[in-house]
Each structure stands twice: as structure tokens, then as C-alpha cells.
């Protein structure tokens, strides 16, 4: 299971870089993905790194402010989170994608369980 880390309360406009460490699934095998809910909402897919070239992809809300990157040798993905907004509030997952790319719908090929998450809450 992925273990997040690197939740925090700040206010509007600050950052955050979150952490998720992958056990059980080959480095490099898989693309990666970042993934939030918020309170009341279901869970969404917001962004994506692909297996090898690195390749990433956003959803509209977070394009531009969200940074998505990997490690392999550590096994480990991370999203860079500036100009944050209240909008932002929410629990944090990462997961595993049954693909090599991030194109189509990718938030449908989840691989293995969630982990606990990381909460992110941001005030204005």
C-alpha cells in the first residue's frame, strides 16, 4: 500500500509538497497518480506521471499550480503545490495506475488499495 505524507494547514497562496512512497509494486513498472477528496465529494483523479519519459497530465483545476514528479530508485512520487486555494482542502491519496501513460481516463485503472491519505486544508 502507498504511504502519503506531507499534509499541512496554510493559508491561501502558500505550498505544500507532498510525498507517497510505494511498497509492493516494481519502481518505473507503473504511471503514477495523485488523487483528493473533498469533504462531502468523491474521490478524484487530479494528476498523473507516466512510467519512464516522465510524461504528465492535469486536471484543469490544479493545471499550472501542481507539479507531479517521481523517483524511482526511491520508489516514491511527489506533488508540488503552490498557490494553494481553499478550493484545495482535502484528503490527499496517491495510487498506482495499471498503464505506462497518463492519456484517456486514466483515474479508472487504479492498481491495489488506498493508503491512508495526507489531509491538506487550506485557509483563507
Known amino acids: 500500500q502507498p504511504v502519503e505524507s506531507g499534509g499541512a494547514s496554510v493559508q491561501a497562496g502558500g505550498s505544500l509538497n507532498l510525498s507517497c512512497t510505494f511498497s509492493g509494486v516494481n519502481g518505473g513498472d507503473f504511471a503514477r497518480a495523485w488523487f483528493r477528496q473533498a469533504p462531502g465529494k468523491g474521490r478524484e483523479g487530479i494528476s498523473c506521471?507516466?512510467?519512464?519519459?516522465?510524461?504528465?497530465s492535469y486536471q484543469e483545476s490544479v493545471e499550472g499550480r501542481f507539479t507531479i514528479s517521481r523517483d524511482d530508485a526511491k520508489n516514491t512520487i511527489y506533488l508540488q503545490m503552490n498557490n494553494l486555494k481553499p478550493e484545495d482542502t482535502a484528503m490527499y491519496y496517491c495510487?498506482?495506475?495499471?498503464?505506462?501513460?497518463?492519456?484517456?481516463?486514466?483515474?479508472?485503472?487504479?492498481?491495489?488499495?488506498w493508503g491512508p491519505g495526507t489531509q491538506v486544508t487550506v485557509s483563507s
Open positions: 506521471i507516466s512510467f519512464s519519459v516522465g510524461k504528465t
Open positions: 495510487a498506482a495506475i495499471t498503464r505506462l501513460d497518463c492519456r484517456g481516463s486514466w483515474w479508472d485503472h487504479r492498481a491495489g488499495g
